[in-house]
């Protein structure tokens, strides 16, 4: 595909934009009261819904399914979702289609608002949040499903906190360093982690977690139904086949990513990151990626 003049421009100011530092366990700074779209953190999709969800620093933002049409891809502009534009951290859908999401308050919350939200849950694709639990105790820096359980990285404990009443409740389970979660979709025993410190494997839904000392030293994990894959610090994309646990070099992203997820949209698997380019996608399971055209409205 021939970048657009809209894609050239909007990856020109890559930098500014999106921010392209994801956010760590670190305390970041804030994003200031003019910001657009910073730090790209996750992407989601309800069923029958015709966006691509896009969690960032600065609030839910969405753009058109027709940008990642594997044929066509059609340019779109970037729409911001709903009026609360927190620091959207974590994002998932479970397995009822149910959209849920941690992070932190946004820069026109006033002062007294606790620093962390919690768990949340929309019920209209994102435009407004109720609060679950945890509020002012944890930020889940990713939030996954297993089964019927609910999984996140609590990023103020280091620990993985399990839910199997749907986020009402939660057991701490293995602390760890790592940023992201994949389950593993032959066998939601299995649980891998990565992070700064590397990949890490549970085979007890996170209870333990063991260094994997021969797998690649991803800092990127993500899995959907049918996909399991991650992505290196210099964007090497490896990619696992479901219930093993040996990992295989696929492609390559350009640049450091800054985000890198995996979403089922209807029968297709759909595989995006963030890199030098913006925000890129792959139809055939990370092994190449095309520039999603998009535009900032």
């Not at 020109?12 to 657009?36: K, Q, V």
């Not at 066509?72 to 620091?87: A, C, H, K, N, Y």
């Not at 994949?182 to 209870?207: C, K, Y």
């Amino acid at each position: 595909m021939r970048p657009t003049k809209a894609l050239a421009a909007l990856a020109a100011t890559t930098a500014l934009i999106l921010g392209m530092a994801a956010c760590t366990n670190t305390t970041a700074a804030p994003p200031t009261a003019d910001a657009s779209l910073e730090h790209v953190h996750a992407f989601a999709h309800l069923n029958n819904s015709p966006a691509v969800l896009v969690g960032t620093h600065t609030g839910l933002w969405k753009f058109a399914l027709t940008a990642i049409d594997p044929d066509r891809p059609q340019e779109s502009p970037l729409i911001p979702v709903g009026d609360d534009r927190f620091d959207v951290m974590g994002l998932t859908t479970t397995p009822q289609d149910v959209l849920i999401a941690s992070g932190h308050p946004a820069v026109t919350a006033p002062a007294t608002a606790p620093s962390n939200r919690g768990l949340l849950r929309s019920d209209d694709s994102g435009t407004t949040w109720q609060t679950i639990s945890l509020e002012g105790k944890a930020d889940f820096h990713d939030l996954t499903t297993a089964a019927d359980s609910v999984l996140g990285l609590n990023s103020t404990s280091r620990a993985i906190l399990r839910s199997d009443d749907d986020g009402a409740t939660w057991t701490t389970e293995a602390t760890t360093t790592a940023l992201s979660l994949a389950v593993d979709p032959a066998n939601p025993e299995i649980i891998w982690a990565a992070g700064p410190d590397g990949l890490e494997r549970s085979i007890d839904r996170g209870a333990t977690l063991t260094p994997s000392s021969e797998a690649p030293p991803l800092v990127y994990v993500a899995s959907s139904a049918y996909s399991i894959a991650g992505a290196t610090v210099d964007g090497t994309v490896w990619s696992l086949d479901p219930g093993s646990a040996t990992w295989s070099q696929i492609g390559q992203l350009e640049g450091q990513p800054q985000a890198f997820d995996i979403i089922d949209i209807g029968d297709k698997t759909v595989h995006f990151a963030v890199d030098d380019r913006a925000i890129v996608v792959s139809h055939d399971n990370g092994r190449t990626w095309t520039p999603v055209p998009l535009t900032l409205k």
